[in-house]
């Protein structure tokens, strides 16, 4: 079974409409992250949390909010979505005792607007 | 400002060659450099590491160098196998920086038969 596990895997949605991505990990790690892919642009940070109610902006953080109710959950949530938001979503996992602070990523969720 | 600086976006080599993968940064706080590999439809995963007191870290095939003075790193993969075609991130993080980690733009590699 996968440790990080995102729903859905592909979506797609209009403009405007409002539209939430789910990321569950089964590792018991403290930190969680949303990450964007966009071609030639490699990940990009959103939003991270270090615990349950923590939550922190990333570089590129406009249009998005998170909700993180407990530890093996983390949302990404776009209040109103726009084309330009259509990417690759990851969900990632860390544990703070671990040096070099490797992080474990979800498979992914294909997000287009149209 | 890019912090991390991947400037090769793809690479073709041929099978059992060596491949190089070259990945430059800017902040000389990073205590921690990161490779990842990405494949298609899946999540990037973790390959291999380097502290920034060391200049070399080995893993099988695999061989991150690191060149403080200069700036930069380079991940070796020796002989280089049909399954190593991916998309390769370098990463770095600070421990002072909130534990977030910075990611290069990502090197596509190709092995050619």
């Known amino acids: 079974d996968a440790d990080v596990t995102q729903t859905p895997r592909n979506r797609i949605t209009k403009t405007g409409k409002r539209i939430m991505l789910e990321c569950s990990q089964t590792k018991g790690h403290d930190r969680m992250y949303w990450y964007r892919q966009d071609p030639g642009l490699g990940l990009r940070l959103i939003y991270y949390s270090f615990d349950v109610k923590d939550i922190n902006k990333g570089e590129i953080s406009d249009g998005y909010s998170v909700s993180r109710q407990a530890q093996a959950k983390f949302s990404l949530s776009l209040e109103s979505a726009i084309p330009n938001q259509t990417a690759l979503y990851f969900c990632a996992t860390s544990d703070p005792t671990d040096a070099g602070s490797e992080q474990f990523f979800g498979p992914g969720t294909r997000l287009t607007v149209l | 400002d890019q912090q991390v600086k991947q400037n090769s976006p793809s690479l073709s080599v041929q099978e059992g060659r060596i491949s190089i993968l070259n990945c430059d940064y800017t902040?000389?706080?990073?205590?921690?450099f990161l490779w990842y590999k990405k494949y298609p439809a899946e999540g990037p995963t973790f390959l291999i590491s380097?502290?920034?007191?060391?200049d070399k870290n080995e893993d099988g095939r695999f061989t991150v160098f690191l060149n403080k003075s200069a700036k930069h790193l380079s991940l070796h993969i020796v002989p280089s196998q049909p399954g190593d075609s991916a998309v390769y991130f370098c990463?770095?993080?600070?421990?002072?920086?909130?534990?977030?980690?910075?990611f290069g733009k990502g090197t596509r590699l190709h092995i050619l038969p």
């Open positions: 990463a770095a993080s600070s421990l002072n920086r909130d534990d977030k980690i910075i």
């Open positions: 902040n000389s706080m990073f205590d921690y």
């Open positions: 380097i502290s920034s007191i060391k």
